[in-house]
């Protein structure tokens, strides 16, 4: 009798022990889950405030009243002999055949827009003839020299559009490739290039279309 009830006490302490152990392993269970359900929360809010707060301190502010290329080129300072020229209302910085415009604390390089007129064309600029007119080229900006008077003094080189046939040795370094049924073709200021090789195996640019045409 004495034994049965030992053996009964025994039992007994022996199931509160597993009992307990078992609550035990069940808090220590949820708690872990718990923090590491919180831990991810946390990174996965940290994470994507870092990544709209990458957006939003970095905005590209583009003045819609300027014509950008479409490879941005972006400059501190502005070549030390600049001229500043006005058109349309807007400001113009202007050396050695490249356009820039304000941008934020920086300057942007832009294209100027048809009837924009510059005294003197740019070192470096290709003269180019197609049947009576003339036109001049530089970094992807046609010129025609134009016999219409200006009530300003701003030049007599005028901005112009690309004349559709014109083959170019060379184009911008800056001209985006792309392809059109299948067909590669280069593309820059609105003007769309397609390459094509001599018998000497040398290679040229044509003009095959420009936007400014549609004008």
């Known amino acids: ?10 039992s007994l302490l022996l199931v509160i022990f597993l009992f307990s152990v078992q609550v035990q392993g069940q808090k220590r269970g949820n708690n872990g889950n718990r923090n590491v359900k919180n831990e991810r929360s946390h990174n996965n809010d940290r994470v994507g405030s870092n990544h709209n707060n990458r957006y939003r301190t970095q905005p590209i502010h ?3 009243s300027y014509r950008y290329p479409t490879r941005r080129r972006v400059v ?8 500043t020229l006005m058109y349309g209302g807007l400001s113009y910085f202007y050396y050695s055949g490249i356009y820039y415009s304000l941008y ?9 827009p048809r009837g924009f007129r510059i005294h003197v064309l740019p070192v470096g600029h290709v003269r180019i003839v197609v049947g009576p007119s003339i036109y001049f080229y530089h970094s992807g900006v046609y010129y025609s020299e134009s016999t219409v008077s ?5 030049g007599k080189y005028e901005v112009t559009k690309a004349p559709v046939g014109v083959v170019l040795n060379e184009i911008s370094k800056d001209s985006e490739e792309i392809i059109i049924d299948g067909k ?9 290039y397609k390459k094509v090789i001599n018998s000497e195996g040398i290679a040229s640019y ?3 279309y420009s936007k400014q045409n549609e004008d």
């Open 184 to 192: 590669v073709f280069y593309e820059y200021n609105d003007v769309l």
């Open 76 to 83: 501190r300072t502005l070549p030390r002999h600049h001229v």
């Open 1 to 10: 009798m004495e034994t049965l009830k030992k053996t009964l006490g025994l």
């Open 206 to 208: 044509k003009v095959v």
């Open 62 to 64: 583009r003045n819609p």
């Open 104 to 112: 934020g604390e920086e300057y942007i390089v832009v294209m100027p």
């Open 150 to 154: 200006s009530t300003e003094d701003n």
